[in-house]
Nanobody, 126 residues
């Protein structure tokens, strides 16, 4: 239905900023709620943020609220994650996810998303 490709990961120092992108193709992007998840070594995949179909509603994990900003540009079929004030605890593989809904219900579980990107590595050094 939709293919997702993340980009923008890399190695940065603590306190730096990074912007991840998720390019979507093969579907009508504005029909999908989008989300960011991350998985650190030895840990389970965890929810980071979600954004509804229009971009008007967002929700964040407490540990990233105020530092990260999720956004989307439906005209470009792209979702973004602006990450500021990065710390080593943010080190993880970051995954883009999609679920076909225009609903207002917040989706925080990985099993509530049907489509996934391949992931992009974010490493934050101290």
């Amino acid at each position: 239905q939709v293919q997702l490709v993340e980009s923008g990961g890399g190695l940065v120092q603590a306190g730096d900023s990074l912007r991840l992108s998720c390019a979507a193709s093969g579907g009508t992007f504005s029909n999908y709620r989008m989300g960011w998840f991350r998985q650190a070594p030895g840990k389970e995949r965890e929810f980071v943020a979600t954004i509804n179909w229009s971009g008007g509603n967002t929700y964040y994990q407490d540990s990233v609220k105020g530092r990260f900003t999720i956004s989307r540009d439906n005209a470009k079929n792209t979702m973004y994650l602006q990450m500021n004030s990065l710390n080593p605890e943010d080190t993880a593989v970051y995954y883009c996810a999609a679920v076909r809904t225009r609903g207002w219900d917040i989706r925080q579980r990985s099993d509530e998303y049907n489509y996934w990107g391949q992931g992009t590595q974010v490493t934050v050094s101290s």
